[in-house]
């Protein structure tokens, strides 16, 4: 079996704390079937900001302690910035407004050939593989 390597947008993570089926069900699957699911820095920062401002303590430990640990830690190098900024321009060119986060994801994405995990379409203005795992 080829080991596949998912990264996780933020949607994801929310999806999972708020025990959302059957995205809880598919990333239990997918961890258990050895495929690498990785959180990266533009997430880990969107989820702790969001529950921060909300002072979401209870959701924070659990992110923290439960969720987390599933999680490879994928980090971003000097050239994910280049092909993100490259993103942004070329679908600036085209009349899209793309968050900067999920700019930097595809770009991650880009550089390991990974899947994207979000329920977010904007993915699909970017030369990305995205899966929607609410649908599943």
């Known amino acids: 079996m080829e080991r596949l390597t998912y990264i996780l947008d933020t949607n994801v993570i929310a999806d999972r704390m708020n025990k959302r089926e059957p995205v809880s069900q598919r990333l239990f699957a997918t961890v258990q079937a050895g495929h690498q699911v990785c959180l990266c820095q533009p997430v ?10 909300t ?9 923290q302690t439960t969720i987390m640990p599933l999680l490879e830690w ?5 050239a994910d ?3 993100a ?9 085209a009349g899209r407004q793309l968050a900067d986060t999920d700019l930097l994801v595809a770009a991650l ?3 390991i050939t990974g ?8 993915f699909d203005a970017l030369p990305v593989r995205r899966e929607n795992w609410r649908l599943t």
Not at 85 to 93: G, L, N, T, Y
């Open 109 to 111: 994405a880009t550089r």
């Open 44 to 53: 880990h920062y969107e989820v702790l900001r969001g529950l921060l401002k």
């Open 115 to 122: 899947i994207i995990v979000s329920a977010d379409a904007d």
């Open 85 to 93: 900024a490259q993103f942004w321009a070329d679908a600036s060119r």
């Open 81 to 83: 910035w280049q092909q």
């Open 55 to 63: 002072n979401a303590t209870r959701k924070l430990q659990f992110f």
């Open 74 to 78: 994928l980090p971003l190098i000097d």
